[in-house]
């Protein structure tokens, strides 16, 4: 990504699907995408014992309609209360999660265990917690990375890119 120049320099607010090389770039701001995580919800939530999943999704749809009614409005900030009501829900969704995805035990001869979709998708969650609720602490920040809800990978646009350029540099046609 640097050879082809996409995030070396950049200073904003990368709104993204979480994909590891972004997080190289210290000097971004970053933002996980809402879309990205509700359809890994969606697939994670089909699953039995996984309820939290399918309201953590029902949860973006309303804090992504909470931060649009507030933006809309001209607020910078969502009011505090609906702010602190939002994380609170969160949190007990998110503890459900951990209740319904208890960390496995360490099998003999590995490092670590292997772990679920689910919760490796809870790590992850709780892990960026605040790239992913950026878009309620900062109204500026979308939720995904594009104005609508089908959100187009980013991560697809640099692996093409960078394809493009090893084929270019190596004299083949794109």
């Known amino acids: 990504m640097d050879a082809a120049g996409v995030l070396p320099?950049?200073?904003?607010?990368?709104?993204?699907?979480?994909?590891?090389?972004?997080w190289r770039y210290p000097t971004a701001t970053h933002a996980l995408c809402a879309a990205h995580l509700v359809r890994e919800l969606e697939g994670i939530g089909e699953e039995p014992g996984q309820g939290w999943a399918a309201e953590l999704g029902e949860w973006f749809?309303?804090?992504?309609?909470?931060a649009a009614t507030a933006r809309?409005?001209?607020?910078?900030?969502?009011?505090?209360?609906?702010?602190a009501g939002l994380r609170e829900r969160d949190d007990r969704i998110l503890a459900a999660g951990r209740a319904a995805n208890p960390p496995p035990r360490r099998p003999p001869g590995r490092r670590r265990p292997r772990r679920s979709p689910a919760a490796r998708l809870l790590g992850r969650l709780e892990g960026h917690r605040e790239e992913v609720?950026?878009?309620l602490a900062d109204l500026r920040v979308p939720p995904t990375k594009d104005r609508v809800a089908y959100c187009t990978s980013l991560s697809w646009w640099v692996r093409t890119w960078l394809w493009l350029l090893g084929r270019r540099a190596c004299g083949l046609a794109a």
């Open 61 to 66: 749809a309303i804090a992504c309609g909470q």
């Open 72 to 83: 809309a409005a001209g607020a910078e900030r969502l009011a505090a209360a609906v702010a």
């Open 133 to 135: 609720l950026r878009f």
């Open 9 to 22: 320099d950049f200073q904003g607010v990368a709104v993204h699907d979480g994909w590891s090389p972004y």
